[in-house]
């Protein structure tokens, strides 16, 4: 419909997408980008309820799913800037009101999070596993990575660079997790064939792939998570 010889910004009943114009200093891959952001309910939900990253909603949605959280426990976010994730966590593990207790790490800094320890910290670093059990004051329940590598527009160079990502994540977790304690962590669609899934199988008693509504559909990406860990050996 038209007013006044203009659109109304509304056509069949459904909002219509905002499109972006290239700038001369903006690529085409950054203009398209920003037109997916402009036009995400994710992004807009996010800003809405006051969440850091659409990400946020992936989490909440495979705790929907799995039942990871629980009030008390002790989390671990790895690669936690800017915060969605750890957001998540906090509030479902009530660490705002002294139940669970949260702690991120990032080679980034982060804005402070309410309910949620943080460190600039490398989590490779070999005294990083103790350094973070005394901030949770025990072992962790859970850890997570939301981490992904700089893309290099290489499909298969990608797909290693995150698995090997996730690997070190694994290996990280099987250091500071408490027995039926779970891991998540992203990964590429492809899978995570080989040593990585061969591994968390032996050390979990359950491993899935997981691909949230919130995850873009023309996006790769997915989530390994594994629950019920064994134990260190």
């Keep these: 419909m038209t007013k006044g010889g203009r659109s109304s910004g509304r056509?069949?009943?459904?909002?219509?997408?905002?499109?972006?114009k290239t700038a001369r200093k903006r690529s085409l891959s950054s203009t398209l980008w920003l037109e997916r952001q402009l036009n995400d309910p994710y992004v807009a939900q996010a800003k809405r309820e006051g969440y850091r990253s659409r990400a946020a909603y992936k989490l909440l949605e495979m705790d929907e799913r799995y039942r990871l959280f629980r009030p008390g426990q002790r989390i671990v976010d790895l690669g936690a800037a800017p915060g969605g994730w750890s957001q998540v966590a906090a509030k479902r593990v009530e660490a705002q009101d002294g139940g669970g207790k949260v702690v991120g790490v990032d080679l980034l800094d982060m804005e402070p999070v309410t309910g949620v320890e943080f460190a600039v910290l490398?989590?490779?670093?070999?005294?990083?596993?103790?350094?973070?059990?005394?901030?949770?004051?025990?072992?962790?329940?859970?850890?997570?990575?939301?981490?992904?590598?700089?893309?290099?527009?290489?499909?298969?160079?990608?797909?290693l660079k995150i698995v090997a990502l996730a690997e070190l994540a694994a290996d990280f977790a099987r250091e500071v997790l408490a027995p039926g304690g779970f891991f998540v962590a992203k990964v590429l669609q492809g899978g995570t064939e080989g040593q990585l899934l061969a591994s968390l199988k032996r050390d979990f008693a359950q491993v899935?792939?997981?691909?949230?509504?919130?995850?873009?559909?023309?996006?790769?990406?997915?989530?390994?998570?594994?629950?019920?860990?064994?134990?260190?050996k």
């Design 11 to 20: 056509e069949g009943g459904r909002s219509l997408k905002t499109r972006v």
């Design 122 to 159: 490398d989590f490779n670093d070999e005294a990083a596993p103790e350094r973070i059990k005394a901030m949770l004051g025990g072992q962790a329940d859970g850890v997570m990575s939301d981490m992904a590598a700089n893309a290099t527009g290489h499909k298969q160079t990608d797909h």
């Design 208 to 232: 899935r792939h997981v691909k949230p509504a919130a995850s873009r559909a023309d996006s790769a990406e997915l989530y390994v998570l594994a629950t019920g860990f064994r134990g260190a």
